[in-house]
């Protein structure tokens, strides 16, 4: 079955550089700000690093002391301080890592990456969630109306659904989480020929003759992924692994 990633593939092939510009301009100032707010956890963990080693080189120097005590063999001074030398130079190393600025190019590429991972969904797995909840189904959301043994097939001929979600993805920076950024994705799809098999208030299957499908990524309120209207192959019925209960609330008898 198809996923969005692979409808939305031939736009990211010709988008893709413009996707990842349109996300550098907001990641800038989204990502600088989580960084901002941040650095003060950034300074903590910088000193945590120069106290864990001094603390390291000291239990070092002391756990040789008491070796030699107990006339136990220990460790000349050289190989002393090449210890000592390689712990402090393993933070020194963490710390001028976490002292290097942002760099926004890399922010942007991946949040381009991470765009492209909350694409991939599949096909029944949208247009399971969108039916389910469907208003005009709310006569066959009561089990007892749809019971186990019977299966009901609802003739639609033609609909149109809308649907979206909002997928997010977290940003780190040498494992400091500074922000949450979040993607709209919103679909439109024409579903032509569809009947969907309905049993004990579960949506067992769809079958359609045509669906068509259009929709677009947007981040920070720009819209970086932009697919039309375009037909997709699709089998001639698509059963659930999982059976998608209808979920609009029944009103109270």
């Known amino acids: 079955m198809n996923t969005l990633l692979d409808i939305f593939k031939n736009s990211l092939i010709n988008t893709g550089e413009k996707a990842a510009d349109a996300m550098m301009a907001q990641a800038g100032k989204t990502l600088a700000d989580g960084a901002e707010n941040e650095q003060s956890t950034i300074e ?9 080693a001094t603390d390291a080189v000291q239990r070092v120097y002391q756990k040789n002391e008491e ?21 402090e130079e393993q933070a020194r ?14 922010a942007g590429n991946a949040l381009r990456d991470a765009c492209l991972s909350v694409l991939d969904v599949g096909i029944d797995t949208i247009l399971g ?21 019977e299966v009901h ?17 977290d940003v780190s920076f040498h494992g400091i989480h ?22 004990g208030g579960c949506i067992q299957a769809v079958r359609l003759s ?8 947007s981040f920070a309120g720009n819209v970086i992924i932009d697919q039309p209207v375009m037909p997709l192959d699709i089998p001639g019925e698509i059963k659930f692994e999982k059976p998608w209960p ?3 609330t029944l009103a109270p008898v």
Do not use: C, H
């Open 44 to 52: 903590d963990k910088i000193n945590r690093l120069q106290d864990n």
């Open 67 to 87: 070796a030699l005590k107990r006339g136990e063999l220990g460790l000349d001074p050289n190989e002393l301080k090449k210890v000592a030398n390689d712990i």
């Open 93 to 106: 190393k963490e710390i001028e890592s976490l002292q290097e600025k942002f760099n926004w190019e890399s």
């Open 129 to 149: 969630e969108a039916l389910s909840n469907w208003d005009e189904l709310k006569a066959l959301a009561d089990p007892e109306q749809t019971p186990p043994k």
């Open 153 to 169: 097939i609802v003739p639609l001929m033609q609909k149109n659904l809308e649907t979206g979600y909002q997928p997010s993805v």
């Open 178 to 199: 500074l922000t949450k950024v979040t993607f709209d994705v919103a679909l439109k799809l024409l579903l032509e020929g569809l009947n969907l098999v309905i049993q």
């Open 210 to 217: 045509r669906l068509q499908f259009s929709g677009a990524v």
């Open 246 to 248: 209808i979920n609009v």
